[in-house]
């Protein structure tokens, strides 16, 4: 099977490496044409556009920074689409958007599935990502060994849609954590509490979280960069709260999250990494937030392995 990689940038390059890792017969695709030169050094072929990408290829992978140029893309894609041929979006983007985009393959015969990763870019690098899937159950069964090569743990979502309602409230869910982290350990360095105590405390209490485990400490040892910035960051928690709106529900927190993450674009820039927020509260103290002893970067140490499906036990 010759599958196809469009977009090669923080996620996406990880998520096709762990492909080419594995075997499979790659067709990437980036407008920045020295990542693709990269890819084709280590084995991949280069797809030229993404309709010769799809006339190539039985499955195209998509892992695009937006809605735009996710339809920018598929507008090229789909002259070329075909019964047999399947479409993976990757990207986080807004469910009624993939639907709509789906619903022009699947005219054409061809299959659509959508498939957001959560979990870091560094377990991404190393394949232990978890995956969401929205599609029919058969086209799920279909495509799950090729999602296992690219994730750890597999879930499938239901239909269509549901994988982007379901990602987004993931992403909304870690960026309240990070905006608490910041005020607790801030708080922490003001009441003269050794921070690398705090970070075991929180470590080993029910006040921990897998954002603290793995951002905590790139705040900590000044290198702050998580690889996902604060326009990612407002892209998603703004589809949480376009859900919401949506649906006639309430929420109180969500909006002064997006309040807050403004201020840190509007402060910091719009491609500043997510865990610099913490420092609106530094410069609003005075305080330094840094510890010896915490990684520059993330490394995962879980080992690789092939992935599998996991099913809701209720």
Not at 225 to 245: E, P, R, S, Y
Not at 253 to 262: A, E, G
Not at 274 to 293: F, K, N, P
Request: glycine share 8%.
């Amino acid at each position: 099977m010759r599958v196809g990689f469009i977009g090669l940038g923080n996620v996406g390059a990880k998520l096709s490496g762990s492909l080419l890792r594995n075997g499979v017969d790659l067709y990437v695709h980036d407008l920045e044409t020295e990542l693709v030169a990269g890819f084709v050094a280590r084995g991949a072929r280069d797809g030229g556009s993404p309709a010769q990408l799809m006339q190539a290829c039985d499955t195209v992978i998509t892992c695009l920074p937006s809605p735009a140029a996710c339809a920018a893309v598929m507008e090229q894609m789909l002259p070329e689409m075909a019964p047999g041929k399947t479409w993976i979006e990757m990207s986080t983007t807004d469910a009624s958007e993939v639907r709509r985009l789906a619903e022009q393959v699947n005219a054409v015969g061809a299959e659509a599935v959508e498939c957001p990763v959560s979990g870091g870019c560094h377990r991404a690098d190393t394949a232990n990502i978890s995956i969401f899937a929205g599609c029919s159950r058969p086209v799920f069964e279909r495509v799950l060994p090729l999602l296992t090569l690219m994730g750890r743990r597999v879930l499938h979502t239901g239909d269509l849609g549901s994988a982007s309602i379901l990602k987004v409230m993931t992403n909304y869910l870690a960026t309240a954590n990070l905006l608490t982290v910041c005020e607790a350990l801030v708080t922490m360095k003001a009441a003269g509490l050794d921070l690398a105590t705090t970070y075991e405390a929180i470590k080993i209490s029910s006040g921990t979280s897998f954002v603290h485990e793995t951002e905590s400490q790139l705040i900590l040892s000044g290198s702050r960069d998580v690889n996902f910035t604060m326009d990612l960051v407002l892209k998603d928690i703004g589809l949480f709260q376009k859900i919401a709106d949506d649906l006639g529900v309430p929420l109180e927190l969500s909006p002064q999250i997006i309040s807050i993450m403004q201020d840190g674009q509007a402060r910091f820039g719009a491609r500043a990494q997510s865990d610099r927020i913490i420092e609106r509260l530094e410069q609003a103290t005075g305080l330094s937030v840094l510890a010896d002893g915490f990684p520059e970067a993330l490394v995962d140490d879980e080992p690789e392995e092939i992935g599998y499906e996991v099913r809701p036990e209720h």
